[in-house]
T-cell receptor
Framework: DGGITQSPKYLFRKEGQNVTLSCEQN?????MYWYRQDPGQGLRLIYY???????QKGDIAEGYSVSREKKESFPLTVTSAQKNPTAFYLC????????????FGEGSRLTVL | AQTVTQSQPEMSVQEAETVTLSCTYD???????LFWYKQPPSRQMILVIR??????QNATENRFSVNFQKAAKSFSLKISDSQLGDTAMYFC????????????FGTGTRLKVLA
């Protein structure tokens, strides 16, 4: 089935540890996005990528890093520099053939202990 | 920089009534897309309706319609004949058509439909 797979769904991390969230898509979409969702703050853009080997910072990129080595994959690393990493993270994709709609994964819930 | 503002954190409406959710945005772009997304308790994001800025006609999708005022940079969502299943978070979103692909969202409005 076509879609976006995020993993893991739930993740626990100790303070000071880096953690990587996976996002894989088989929709053949060019653009991929990472958002962070906190209560009362909506979806805030962390990073986005329009093509392979290229990505741009969003509004809250500090403490995060990404890579886009393959069209299908856009992993997000939450580093120890991120001061408040506990949140719900959503990956999304966008394709030229669509009507501007973003397609979302099911999300990953990260909790820092 | 583009911004999207939703000034109503929470709203409620009686079943079968009509409710309007507000959204304003700021951009220097002339051509862009605007969207409303719904996020039910399952947290799965669902596209409700979209509007291209170059189209003057307001978009409609069944019980959902928008009031797009380009000069005022306003994009409100009207839900008619509200149903219990409409209970969700609603997010307004913006994407420029210039090819930058930066897709941003507002802070959301939590809508509760009351029986």
């Amino acid at each position: 089935d076509g879609g976006i797979t995020q993993s893991p769904k739930y993740l626990f991390r100790k303070e000071g540890q880096n953690v990587t969230l996976s996002c894989e898509q088989n929709l053949n979409h060019d653009a991929m996005y990472w958002y962070r969702q906190d209560p009362g703050q909506g979806l805030r853009l962390i990073y986005y990528s329009q093509i392979v080997n290229d990505f741009q910072k969003g509004d809250i990129a500090e403490g995060y890093s990404v890579s886009r080595e393959k069209k299908e994959s856009f992993p997000l690393t939450v580093t120890s520099a991120q001061k408040n990493p506990t949140a719900f993270y959503l990956c999304a994709t966008w394709g030229l053939a669509g009507h501007g709609e973003l397609f979302f994964g099911e999300g990953s819930r990260l909790t820092v202990l | 920089a583009q911004t999207v503002t939703q000034s109503q954190p929470e709203m409620s409406v009686q079943e079968a009534e009509t409710v309007t959710l507000s959204c304003t945005y700021d951009t220097s772009e002339n051509n862009y897309y605007l969207f409303w997304y719904k996020q039910p308790p399952s947290r799965q994001m669902i596209l409700v309706i979209r509007q291209e800025a170059y189209k003057q006609q307001n978009a409609t999708e069944n019980r959902f319609s928008v009031n797009f005022q380009k000069a005022a940079k306003s994009f409100s969502l009207k839900i008619s004949d509200s149903q219990l299943g409409d209970t969700a978070m609603y997010f307004c979103a913006f994407m420029p058509a210039s090819g930058t692909y930066k897709y941003i969202f507002g802070t959301g409005t939590r809508l509760k439909v009351l029986a």
